[in-house]
């Protein structure tokens, strides 16, 4: 399963991409400069469990040698997203895995 994250109409890059269903591992994929991402639950680019999702995106941190603060050594701009967006309790995204199809599955991070 792949696609695409959009904020403003401008691709989100260096974010983490998780889908969350009832009894099953959450699927996880990482966006690369465009935008993109592909999602892995069992094992690489598997995609996620049909059913329903919530989604989140989450900007990826890179964390000092102490594990707690940001690395300094490695700046990056952060992504835009809304805070809404970062959290499996308050996302507004929403997505349908269906079984044997390609799921390509686009998300608009849209202020809601």
């Not at 490695?74 to 044997?100: H, K, M, S, W």
Request: some cysteine; aromatic content about 4%; charged content about 20%.
């Amino acid at each position: 399963m792949t696609g695409a994250v959009l904020h403003k109409g401008k691709p989100v890059p260096l974010a983490r991409v998780m889908f969350l269903t009832v009894g099953a591992p959450v699927a996880v994929g990482l966006t690369d400069d465009t935008g993109h991402y592909s999602l892995s639950t069992f094992r690489d680019g598997d995609g996620a469990v049909p059913g329903p999702h919530r989604v989140t995106v989450q900007p990826i941190v890179r964390l000092a040698a102490d594990g707690e603060t940001p690395d300094p050594s490695t700046p990056f701009d952060r992504p835009d997203i809304p805070l809404a967006c970062q959290n499996f309790a308050t996302t507004p995204l929403r997505v349908e895995v269906v079984a044997g199809t390609p799921n390509s599955i686009d998300l608009d991070l849209k202020e809601r």
